[in-house]
């Protein structure tokens, strides 16, 4: 599986209860998620990306030296991007927004994740676990 996916679902799972209260990934791996939904939040993810790319740079300026620069600069740790995504994205309290972001970047993250709907993870009757 893709690392990105897999971040993102791995963040999903933890930051998700059933209903007692147990977080899912308690009972369920990133392999349980729903296929289809998988898919639709990493082309969400991407989306996400390319939304604030531009405005990042506008932000910051050109105060690299490479592509790969740019991207330590405002994405410190590509699995953190994940993570702090479904956090500010669900408004779990914690995310971009926390200290461990350039406080331009964090403002850009931070308002495009929330333009994107919560996402909902829940069991269904198949044991599976599903999105939305």
């Known amino acids: 599986m893709n690392p990105t996916l897999a971040a993102l679902l791995s963040t999903i799972l933890f930051s998700t209860s059933d209903d007692e209260g147990n977080p899912l990934d308690d009972r369920f791996t990133i392999s349980d998620v729903c296929a289809i939904d998988a898919k639709r939040l990493y082309a969400e993810y991407q989306q996400f990306l390319t939304k604030v790319e531009t405005k990042i740079k506008e932000k910051i300026g050109d105060n690299w030296n490479s592509i790969d620069e740019f991207y330590d600069i405002a994405f410190p740790s590509e699995n953190q991007t ?51």
Do not use: C, M
């Open 82 to 132: 994940e993570h702090d995504y479904i956090l500010t994205r669900n408004q779990h309290g914690a995310g971009f927004w926390d200290g461990d972001w350039n406080k331009n970047v964090s403002e850009i993250l931070s308002d495009a994740a929330h333009s994107q709907i919560p996402i909902e993870a829940y069991e269904g009757r198949d044991g599976k676990v599903y999105l939305y």
